[in-house]
């Protein structure tokens, strides 16, 4: 797209902020070739997503090639872009604004990222600027100054010595149906896409290792690879897996807790081709592979995966844009399933790789529910007791043969206080959030504002007294030191998350989605907490304590040689799920619900967020502008719950936060998320409306 100049339509008064600097009449010598560049600017305003013509100076047409960081004159102010093509020709009007100068000569922008990074954007309703800040990492100069000076080498037959790869015959794939094919498929140079339901998560056979021979396999073929994990635990792991099968020098780690400098140090080494297998968290989606052949994801119901930051793009939908971009093998990999991945194998997108029930009966633990018929004549207390006699026999005879792990739904210590009297909730008089204790004698503090309430009253019945509600993962490691006397007890939870504990008999608590590996295996595994889990509000609590609850009994020995997983929950959908390890059978179920009531992923869902005010012009202006809306089903504007943190805004009240939900069949999607970007790029140009927040398949809005 040419700059504002083709547009004279826009040139409004209210409308020329944020359009390049008109130069001077006469300009530096230009390039003579190609003496247009075509810049996107690094600006988070939607009106100005879309490229701008600049020219090229004749002492900048060397370095100021496709893909390079570059300083823009824009609107008096100088802005960072990339540069994304060079041109003989533009169709502006006037004349245009010379590059300021190029950062630097390391082209960081490839096409093929370029072209993801706009298909994510279009996907997303975003702007192309906030997804190429999370696709390219910061500018290190010193590192930069290494790959110039030849310190990183310049391609991969330098590291591996020319060597080849071979193909990996994993042991652990043949176990499951359509797993040694799929092997072979992608040693051959084959593109197979499939859903591997992983069974162990500990050991030589655990998932890791299964991740690491379908890489080695696809590098045996001479491509390369792409593995994106949810946090640094998982990462540390499939990356001492890989480098068991590939050489060190050939896999490059991407993440941004390893700080700007290494991260961008392996990123320039993915660029000039020294290493070609790319593993990672979120931002590895990114990573400027060369010759893609496999694109991994582990795990992809783990909200991690979810980016942070506009346009909120999920990595599971990144890597399968990249796939069908690069046609490219595709495996998604888990314990459990979600329901976006069964949705595309019933769709026969991808083939299902699982093991047969013979293998699953042998290789996973025997799963007892306490809430069953059995357990509640021999032990009628067990629906309430938090821990039940069979969690306590299973923890009392695992410690004789190894750790125990104790899975909890919450993390402190008492992160809940209700009054004595009326049992009314306890809530900080500065701000109505509310109060808990961080241990035993700890004085009651707001989890808001951190105020401390060593005086408390009740506001309903003038009580002075508080309990203790709900237990939390420090707590309950107090309570079972108590009961097993003489026992180690190791926490895991917040932000003291342990990665693996010993092989010795030890009690480990540990909250949600923190449980730590044992090498050998847990003798026991305890699910606390599984009504609070299955009870939250949200459209996805059933699906993800299932996927939670499978995560932690992984980690367990098999029942051969004793192993056991213990759910204190009501008989359900999703414990009968875990009772008979089928994990798919019960995300196709909650598929079968969802396309009933139209529900996602049977449909997309775009959330807009804001002051009502702001809310209904947007909704006003896309309802006009979408010959489709009215096939579109909404709801709201409705005021936004504020769970985890405190709100000075009344619902009810103008400058209340509203959020109305449009609910969007795939046939049309690509134009509802097309006439989005474009209102919300017209709102902010002509500033008729302040900004709202566009989520696309947010996985918390329902």
């Known amino acids: 797209m040419a700059g504002p100049e083709a547009q004279p339509s826009l040139l409004q008064p209210s409308l020329l902020q944020g359009f390049p600097d008109r130069p001077s009449v006469q ?24 490229p701008f013509d600049y020219s090229v100076p004749a002492e900048l047409a060397e370095e100021a090639a496709p893909g390079v960081r570059v300083k823009v004159k824009f609107n008096g102010q100088e802005l960072g872009g990339y540069i994304l093509e060079r041109l003989d020709a533009s169709d ?14 390391v082209t960081v922008l490839t096409p093929a990222i370029a072209t993801l990074a706009g298909n994510v954007s279009a996907r997303y309703a975003g702007t192309l600027s906030d997804v190429l800040r999370s696709a390219i990492p910061p500018r290190v100069a010193k590192v930069e100054k290494e790959l110039l000076s030849g310190d990183v080498p310049p391609g991969n037959d330098s590291e591996t010595g020319g060597e080849e790869i071979p193909a990996f015959n994993a042991h652990a794939w043949g176990r ?16 197979p896409k499939a859903v591997l339901t992983a069974l162990q998560g500990f050991g030589p056979d655990g998932w890791p290792a299964l991740v690491a021979a379908a890489v080695a396999n696809v590098r045996s073929s001479g491509r390369g690879a792409i593995v994106v994990v949810p946090d640094y635990r998982d990462l540390d792991r499939v990356e001492a897996a890989l480098a068991a099968v590939l050489p060190p020098s050939d896999v490059a780690r991407l993440t941004a807790d390893d700080g700007q400098t290494p991260r961008y140090r392996n990123f320039l080494r993915l660029l000039s081709g020294s290493a070609r297998v790319a593993v ?15 694109v991994v994801c582990w795990d992809d119901g783990d909200d991690l995966h979810i980016e942070q930051r506009a346009p909120y793009a999920h990595t599971r939908e990144v890597l399968l844009l990249r796939a069908e971009q690069e046609n490219a093998a595709c495996l998604m990999a888990s314990h459990s399933r979600s329901t976006e991945v069964q949705r595309l194998v019933e769709l026969q997108w991808a083939v299902p790789v699982e093991a047969p029930r013979s293998t699953v009966r042998a290789t996973v633990p025997r799963v007892l529910n306490t809430a069953d018929s059995f357990e509640q004549e021999r032990d009628p207390l067990a629906r309430i007791a938090r821990l039940p006699g069979a969690a306590w026999r299973a923890a009392k005879e695992g410690l004789e043969r190894g750790p125990v792990l104790v899975q909890v739904a919450r993390a402190g210590y ?21 109060l808990a204790v961080s241990s035993s004698s700890s004085i009651p503090a707001c989890r808001w504002c951190a105020t401390p309430a060593p005086q408390w009253r009740c ?9 203790r509600g709900a ?3 420090m707590r309950t490691a107090e309570e079972l030191g108590r009961a097993f006397p003489g026992k180690a007890v ?22 949600v989605g923190a449980e730590p590996v044992a090498s050998q295996g847990y003798a026991a595994a305890l699910l606390l907490d599984g009504n609070s889990l299955l009870r939250r509000e949200n459209l996805r609590a059933g699906e993800d304590t299932v996927r939670r609850w499978f995560n932690a009994a992984s980690l367990v020995k098999p029942a051969s040689q004793g192993g056991l997983v213990v759910i204190t929950a009501d008989d359900t959908a999703a414990t009968g799920a875990l009772l008979r390890w089928d994990a798919a059978g019960y995300a196709s179920r909650e598929l079968v619900l969802r396309k009933e009531l139209q529900l996602p992923p049977a449909v997309r869902v775009a959330s807009v967020t804001g002051s009502r005010a702001d809310v209904g012009h947007f909704a006003g202006a896309f309802e006009a502008a979408a010959s489709l809306a009215g096939q579109l089903r909404k709801a709201g504007p409705a005021p936004v719950q504020l769970f985890g943190g405190p709100s000075s805004a009344v619902p009810g009240q103008d400058d209340a936060d509203v959020r109305m939900l449009y609910f969007i069949p795939y046939t049309n999607a690509a134009e509802a998320t097309r006439v989005m970007r474009a209102v919300k790029a017209a709102s902010a140009a002509k500033r008729t409306a302040g900004p709202v927040q566009l989520r696309l398949d947010g996985v918390d809005v329902l």
Do not use: M
């Not at 010379?98 to 630097?104: D, E, I, N, Q």
């Open 471 to 473: 237990a939390g993962v």
């Open 92 to 105: 502006a009007a006037s004349p245009l604004t010379p590059l300021h100068k190029v950062v630097s000569p």
């Open 490 to 511: 190791v926490t895991s939870s917040g932000e003291h998350v342990k990665a693996t504990v010993p092989d010795a008999p030890a009690l480990v608590v540990a909250t």
């Open 280 to 294: 990672g968290t979120r931002s590895a989606a990114f990573a400027p592979v060369k010759d893609l052949g496999l």
């Open 176 to 191: 499951y149906t359509n797993g040694t094919a799929y092997l072979q498929h992608l040693a051959s140079g084959g593109s």
């Open 27 to 50: 300009g530096p010598p230009l390039a003579g070739h190609l003496p247009v560049a075509r810049v996107v600017l690094e600006s988070p305003l939607p009106h100005l997503d879309r």
């Open 414 to 434: 008492a992160p809940s206080l209700a009054c004595e009297t009326c049992r009314e909730l306890a809530r900080c008089n500065s701000c109505q959030g509310p």
């Open 459 to 467: 506001t309903h019945c003038s009580g002075t007294r508080l309990r």
